[in-house]
């Protein structure tokens, strides 16, 4: 710092301070965007597939904030709020981040939202404001996860020129019926890992395809319209193993589920007790109880002492519900072991032969990327969370700062590697004494 004339003395808190109040009252995502438009453009940009990932993320904050959550003041900055926490901290207040990255995991748009925000709005508020800064944007390819899937948002996509691909949640009755259908389909293989452990199976993806009308909604005043979209099928070797291990287990709990639903009370009449079945069968879901009815004596307890007197009536007959066995339903245990060991992705790509599964496939599975070291986990390790600033306005300036550096670093990346490819080298580095 002293050879450029600054003196390190300079950079106080209240520097600092004044700094992220200039970057917040500029407005962070203009400020952004004038940066990504820069860097998304320049020659350094590849010629592959264009392509936007877009999540979410928690940042838990500690402490008290200057901000009022009742103020009406529209530039306080988000408001922190407890919500659902994705850092899995529940007791503590939070603030959302949306992020978007291009293919090469440079982050192109942010904004950090109130605390309670839901993924939804989100989503399409990143949405609008990459078509409106980052055009064009015709052919460009928008990748989520599950929480993109609805009308409003799909449909918002497709009227700013975007493709999308993403998960189809298990909440669609729809998602049930492409499992069903696409079992009897010829299925091809998509992806072929090594087992994680020694000893243990290939990791397999088989997938097929079927196209399947959906509903879309341009904007939030306009009427649904059903829209043909493509819908690709993956069986997993890995999920289908994973509900096989915890099958016994889930079998056990059910067991015990219906065993505690069985009245341990008697019924003064056979009717009552064999209406007490509905309660039992409503925990059924991969067994079968099998209930009866018996009759038993019951001796009605008493404070009087010494024997009964004539005519005095010390027993009644009661009628109990039994669980004489919980044997497995073979066909649901089958239909679970189907949908678990599936999943489905869908596109507006409808064209197989422009798209094939293998792509649809890969380009979902890149959505990590957005998660792991080139996004959210870069900039929770960096400090962004948790943050101790008490202003919000400050901590989305902070934000700011941090992804832009996050640009920084993924641009560099970007051009080591492409520049390797160029060349056709690779990066060495030495581990355990053996130089890979």
Not at 72 to 100: E, F, I, N, V
């Amino acid at each position: 710092s002293t050879a450029l004339g600054c003196d390190a003395r300079s950079f106080s808190d209240t520097r600092l301070g004044k700094t992220l109040d200039r970057i917040y009252d500029y407005g962070t995502d203009n400020l952004f965007s004038l940066i990504a438009q820069r860097v998304l453009r320049s020659p350094a940009s590849p010629a592959q597939r264009r392509l936007f990932r877009a999540d979410t993320t928690s940042l838990v904050l500690h402490g008290a904030f200057d901000q009022d959550p009742d103020s009406d003041d529209t530039d306080a900055g988000p408001t922190p709020a407890y919500g659902y926490s994705k850092d899995h901290r529940p007791d503590l207040k939070q603030l959302m981040l949306s992020l978007c990255i291009d293919q090469s995991n440079r982050p192109c748009a942010f904004f950090p939202l109130d605390g309670n925000t839901a993924d939804q709005p989100a989503n399409r508020q990143l949405l609008h404001h990459v078509a409106a800064n980052l055009k064009p944007t015709d052919g460009a390819t928008w990748v989520g996860d599950a929480k993109l899937v609805d009308p409003d948002t799909l449909g918002q996509l497709r009227k700013h020129g975007f493709h999308f691909v993403s998960l189809l949640p298990r909440t669609y009755a729809l998602r049930t019926h492409l499992v069903d259908t696409a079992v009897d389909k010829e299925m091809t293989v998509v992806a072929d890992k090594p087992a994680k452990k020694v000893g243990g199976a290939r990791r397999l993806w088989r997938a097929t395809s079927l196209n399947h009308n959906f509903p879309l909604r341009s904007s939030p005043d306009a009427d649904e319209e059903m829209t043909e979209l493509r819908f690709v099928v993956v069986h997993s070797s890995q999920l289908a193993e994973k509900f096989e291990v915890g099958l016994p287990a889930k079998l056990e709990r059910e067991r015990a589920a219906l065993r505690r639903a069985v009245p341990k009370t008697g019924f003064a009449c056979r009717a009552d007790a064999e209406g007490a079945f509905a309660g039992v069968r409503k925990r059924e879901k991969l067994l079968v109880a099998e209930l009866d009815v018996v009759e038993e004596t019951e001796r009605i307890k008493t404070t009087k002492r010494g024997r009964p007197r004539v005519g005095e009536v010390r027993s009644r007959t009661v009628y109990r519900v039994v669980l004489r066995e919980a044997r497995e339903n073979a066909d649901v245990i089958a239909h679970a072991r189907r949908q678990a060991s599936h999943f489905v992705l869908v596109t507006d790509h409808v064209d197989e032969q422009e798209w094939s599964n293998q792509e649809v496939f890969d380009v979902y599975q890149g959505q990590q990327s957005i998660e792991g070291t080139t996004g959210f986990r870069w900039l929770k390790d960096a400090a962004v969370a948790p943050v101790l600033l008490k202003d919000p306005r400050r901590i989305a300036a902070l934000l700011f700062v941090f992804v832009v550096a996050l640009l920084v670093r993924n641009h560099i990346e970007n051009r080591v590697r492409t520049r390797l490819a160029e060349l056709n080298e690779e990066i060495r580095y030495y581990t355990h004494n053996r130089r890979t």
